[in-house]
């Protein structure tokens, strides 16, 4: 059972860097995409963007400035950085799995999701 | 505001059918994915591509696409399926993903 789990700092200043690493259990990553979807409190999901194992990323036009996700296979792990945060980025932070099986964004596995609050 | 657009909310009444819509003029070209999410969870898929519902997802339900409109459709509601849905598709350029607003479902 592929199972992820996304670390990283709960709390980030404005201004500052996020970032998060998502550490993939149970499955290799080899053939799948790796994506970063993010929840404001009380409000819809938004996708961030993915990369194929192999490295080839796509990414939200909207954060597309301020965004870099990069995988380490030997790790099992890819990893979300998202500079110049703001108290909008406030979200909680989904890592998941993308199929890549239709055209539609099918994500299989989610991980449990982590908040990330901007503050000073 | 998003390129897939869904009701705010909708209600049914348990063991009746319920049909959640997602409209966008991507859904012409692209399949639509649905997701289930439950209070303080992740969200779980339901539903995707032509035809394909993962293991684990109870037959009730179901999905369908004419036109821009794609539908979620549960037959039978039960109480356990209270819960935001989303949908997911590519938007107008086809190459990015986008989520629809999301729909809560009551039921009755």
């Known amino acids: 059972q592929v199972q992820l789990q996304e670390s990283g700092p709960g709390l980030v200043k404005p201004s500052e860097t996020l970032s998060l690493t998502c550490t993939v259990s149970g499955g290799s990553m080899s053939t799948y995409y790796w994506s970063w979807i993010r929840q404001s409190p009380g409000k819809g999901l938004e996708w961030i963007g993915y990369?194929?194992?192999?490295?080839?990323?796509n990414y939200n036009p909207s954060l597309k400035s301020r965004v870099t996700i990069s995988v380490d296979t030997s790790r099992n792990q890819f990893s979300l950085k998202l500079t110049s945060v703001t108290a909008a980025d406030t979200a909680v932070y989904y890592c998941?799995?993308?199929?890549?099986?239709?055209?539609?964004?099918?994500?299989?596995?989610w991980g449990q999701g982590t908040l990330v609050t901007v503050s000073s | 505001s998003s390129e897939l657009t869904q009701d705010p909310a909708v209600s049914v009444a348990l063991g009746q059918t319920v049909r959640i819509t997602c409209q966008g003029d991507?859904?012409?070209?692209?399949?639509t994915t649905w997701y289930q999410q439950k209070p303080g969870q992740a969200p779980v898929l339901v539903f995707y591509?032509?035809?394909n519902r993962p293991s684990g997802i109870p037959d009730r339900f179901s999905g369908s696409s004419s036109g821009n409109t794609a539908s979620l459709t549960i037959t039978g509601a039960q109480a356990e399926d209270e819960a935001d849905y989303f949908c997911n598709s590519r938007d107008s350029s086809g190459i990015h993903l986008v989520f629809g607003g999301g729909t809560k479902l009551t039921v009755l």
């Open positions: 991507s859904l012409r070209t692209y399949y």
């Open positions: 990369i194929f194992y192999s490295g080839t990323t």
């Open positions: 998941a799995r993308l199929m890549g099986s239709s055209s539609g964004g099918d994500f299989d596995y």
């Open positions: 591509g032509r035809n």
